[in-house]
């Protein structure tokens, strides 16, 4: 399998994604120059993952503005702010999506005063810098967590949290990557991820690539797992992160966060400083995402679940800060007291840019 494959890719003036939904069955690509088609591959979870939808969101900015003719500042102004608006809509809970737009923002004010062709080659250089950043920082966290692996490590994960997610390598999977590849025996395990089984469509393909040995189970074994002593730590992804250390994730990161506490696992979580919400105090401010009914009474589109069962879907939790053992960042490894070491991560990128 070709590893040198990325989730999302600029290509000519098209953007390239991976179609996740049908992972690993079939490996089909979307190649649009339509932002509505990216918006709605966003929603649909066709490209997922928190840092994967500020790239394409950052491309979907560019291409939604890319055909404007003329000079009228005013009305590229406001197609602009309404393309913006469209990826603002498609997933809540993720801040590397309005991370993203903020720096398109920031690109697109600051040049104002350019003419509109060279405005919209300021806008697709941002989209290209925002990829690459990301790979960079997806590097840096292998290099920084994998220091915490033992030599030998049986590691649990949740979710996916590998190239597909970000824009390459991944973050929490970067560390097992990394790990791998400095020799380390590394045994992963891998959460399915109910519902929509992102632990067992898209973990386990990936890991499988790489020819990591590769174990998955269901969402609800892990507690058994530990208590048989099969795991020395776990690590998982972030959506957003709060200033105290409060961390959205995958819905059931929370679950694996007690647990983990219960049985003295390290808890790790692993994320680019561009899933830190430096605006929020705490989890209680982080808006999350209720999917449709559908996801939870269907598997892979076949029912499972009586007609007119009552459900409810959220597609992440928060885990409380005083679960996690560290956070693992392109900055560094961030211990508690969070409140006090974000801070200071806050100051650092602020006075850098
Ligand atoms: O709903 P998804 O598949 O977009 O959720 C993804 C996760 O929760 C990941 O753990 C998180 O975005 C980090 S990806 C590096």
């Known amino acids: 399998m070709n590893q040198r494959l990325r989730s999302i890719e600029w290509v000519g003036d098209k953007v390239k994604m991976i179609d996740q939904t049908k992972l690993p069955l079939k490996l089909e690509f979307i190649e649009t120059d339509d932002y509505l088609v990216i918006a709605d591959a966003i929603k649909k979870l066709k490209i997922r993952g928190a840092p994967a939808i500020g790239i394409a969101a950052g491309f979907g900015i560019y291409l939604g503005v890319k055909n404007f003719q ?29 991370w993203a737009i903020d720096r398109m923002k920031k690109t697109f004010y600051s040049n104002i005063k350019l003419g509109t062709d060279e405005l919209k080659k300021k806008l697709l250089e941002e989209a290209l810098a925002i990829q690459n950043d990301d790979i960079q920082m997806c590097k840096t966290i292998g290099l920084n967590g994998s220091k915490l692996i033992p030599d030998e490590a049986n590691i649990l994960t949740h979710c996916n949290t590998g190239w597909l997610a970000t824009g390459d390598y991944g973050t929490a999977l970067g560390i097992i990557y990394t790990a791998f590849e400095q020799g380390k ?20 393909w990936e890991l499988m690539q790489r020819g990591i040995e590769t174990i998955l189970i269901t969402d609800n074994m892990s507690a058994y797992l530990m208590k048989l002593g099969k795991i020395d730590c776990v690590i998982v992804g972030a959506d957003r992160i709060a200033l105290n250390g409060d961390t ?40 999350i995402e209720e999917r449709g009914s559908e996801e939870i009474v269907e598997i892979m589109g076949k029912r499972i679940a009586p007609e007119g069962v009552k459900t409810f879907s959220p597609a ?30 806050k100051e650092s990128i602020k006075s850098r840019d």
């Open 248 to 287: 959205a994730n995958k819905i059931g990161t929370y679950n694996l966060a007690i647990i983990s506490k219960f049985h003295n696992i390290p808890f790790y979580v692993a994320a680019p400083t561009s899933s830190i919400d430096f605006n929020i105090k705490t989890g209680d401010e982080i808006p």
């Open 70 to 98: 003329g000079d009228d500042k005013e009305k590229f102004k406001n197609l602009f702010e309404n393309v913006c608006e469209v990826f603002a809509q498609t997933r809540p809970t993720a801040v590397n999506l309005f």
């Open 185 to 204: 025996k590394v045994r992963v395990y891998v959460d399915e991820t109910r519902p929509l089984l992102q632990g067992a469509r898209l973990t386990t």
């Open 316 to 345: 992440f939790d928060v885990t409380p800060n005083e679960l996690i053992t560290a956070i693992i960042t392109e900055v560094g490894v961030i211990y508690p007291p969070f409140e006090e070491n974000l801070q200071k991560i």
